[in-house]
């Protein structure tokens, strides 16, 4: 690479190593990408001019710890932060094994520290009548939709990213117990499918107003577009409302859930490590860190002597 060449243009270089060597999500790639730029504009107002490749080998810790100062002055938490942090890591990290220019002036900062969370599940009540399709009625064909959605958010365990990349012909149908979902880093996992499932993905497919071509979105909005992941945000915002559910009751909390009570029900950690598709275990564990508070609440609510 040209020393004078733009840091936008050594930006595109590593998005696309990103996207098709790494595999990298779309939100990922998104992301990753507003935290490059806006550590180029930052460099672009400390230099008086734009910033281009030859600058990168001269920054020092200080540099950095400025950049983020400024960030955390505009109110930026710090698990956003901890990830444009790994994103700078990783951009110098890909210059220094091409052989561009090599700098680990940024490995000497310090990661934020990001707060200690623990995954807030549905209760197993909740999540059912969560997902629980309309009794006794017939429900049109959006309210399948959804209710296919949120089933397979909780009964599979999928990210809502996932459910809504699945094209049509990876559909679940009544003849399909099994998917194979493309996760984060473009690791494959098996699915099993609940039976539950298939019947309200079948029921939505037939119930669908539009052409559900087989290399297409499964999942249509109201106008024969894919669907969005607000409109399923926007869904479980009305079930809160309507069942009285907590404000932590997201699609994604139906993700926990999922794991949450397959933990309760005595599912070894490392099949639930599966089902999720999580690259390290580590990341699954915390789901024990839920349960024990689940069964501590439980000892101190029966023991005689609590």
Request: with cysteine.
């Given at each position: 690479m040209?020393?004078?060449q733009?840091?936008?243009?050594t930006?595109?270089?590593w998005?696309?190593?990103?996207?098709?060597?790494?595999?990298c999500?779309?939100?990922?790639l998104?992301a990753?990408a507003r935290d490059?730029?806006?550590?180029?504009d930052f460099l672009k107002?400390?230099?008086g001019?734009?910033?281009?490749?030859?600058?990168l080998?001269?920054l020092d810790t200080r540099v950095f710890r400025?950049?983020m100062?400024?960030?955390?002055?505009?109110g930026i938490?710090?698990?956003s932060?901890?990830r444009?942090?790994?994103?700078?890591?990783?951009?110098?990290g890909?210059l220094?094994k091409?052989?561009?220019?090599?700098?680990?002036s940024v490995?000497?900062?310090q990661m934020?520290k990001v707060?200690?969370?623990?995954?807030?599940p549905l209760t197993i009540?909740?999540?059912?009548?969560a997902?629980?399709?309309s009794?006794?009625?017939k429900?049109?064909?959006?309210a399948?939709?959804?209710t296919?959605v949120?089933?397979?958010?909780?009964g599979c365990?999928?990210?809502i990213?996932?459910?809504?990349g699945l094209?049509?012909?990876?559909?679940?149908l009544?003849d399909?117990d099994?998917l194979?979902?493309?996760?984060?880093?473009?690791?494959?996992?098996?699915?099993?499918v609940?039976?539950?499932?298939?019947d309200?993905?079948?029921?939505?497919v037939?119930l669908?107003p539009?052409?559900?071509d087989?290399d297409?979105p499964?999942f249509?909005?109201?106008?024969?577009?894919p669907?969005?992941?607000?409109?399923i945000q926007?869904?479980m915002?009305?079930?809160?409302e309507r069942?009285?559910?907590?404000?932590?009751?997201?699609p994604h909390?139906?993700?926990h859930?999922f794991?949450?009570?397959?933990?309760s029900a005595g599912?070894?950690l490392r099949?639930?490590q599966e089902?999720?598709?999580h690259?390290?275990?580590?990341?699954?564990q915390i789901?024990?860190e839920v349960?024990?508070e689940?069964?501590?609440a439980?000892?101190?609510?029966?023991?005689p002597?609590?």
């Amino acid at each position: 690479m040209d020393d004078d060449q733009s840091l936008g243009q050594t930006l595109e270089a590593w998005l696309d190593h990103l996207r098709h060597e790494r595999a990298c999500s779309p939100n990922t790639l998104e992301a990753y990408a507003r935290d490059i730029q806006q550590f180029a504009d930052f460099l672009k107002a400390d230099l008086g001019r734009e910033a281009v490749l030859a600058d990168l080998s001269t920054l020092d810790t200080r540099v950095f710890r400025r950049f983020m100062a400024a960030r955390r002055r505009r109110g930026i938490q710090s698990r956003s932060l901890s990830r444009t942090m790994s994103a700078l890591r990783a951009f110098f990290g890909w210059l220094e094994k091409r052989d561009v220019l090599k700098n680990r002036s940024v490995l000497q900062v310090q990661m934020p520290k990001v707060p200690h969370g623990v995954p807030k599940p549905l209760t197993i009540e909740k999540a059912q009548a969560a997902v629980a399709p309309s009794m006794n009625q017939k429900i049109d064909w959006v309210a399948a939709r959804d209710t296919a959605v949120l089933l397979l958010l909780y009964g599979c365990g999928l990210r809502i990213s996932e459910a809504l990349g699945l094209k049509r012909r990876d559909a679940p149908l009544k003849d399909r117990d099994s998917l194979i979902i493309k996760g984060k880093g473009g690791r494959q996992r098996l699915v099993p499918v609940l039976a539950i499932v298939q019947d309200a993905v079948t029921e939505y497919v037939e119930l669908c107003p539009y052409p559900l071509d087989m290399d297409e979105p499964l999942f249509l909005g109201v106008k024969g577009g894919p669907l969005s992941p607000r409109i399923i945000q926007l869904a479980m915002q009305r079930l809160r409302e309507r069942l009285g559910l907590p404000e932590t009751a997201t699609p994604h909390a139906l993700r926990h859930s999922f794991a949450t009570h397959l933990l309760s029900a005595g599912a070894d950690l490392r099949q639930i490590q599966e089902l999720l598709g999580h690259a390290s275990l580590s990341t699954t564990q915390i789901y024990t860190e839920v349960d024990r508070e689940r069964l501590l609440a439980v000892y101190n609510a029966a023991h005689p002597r609590a």
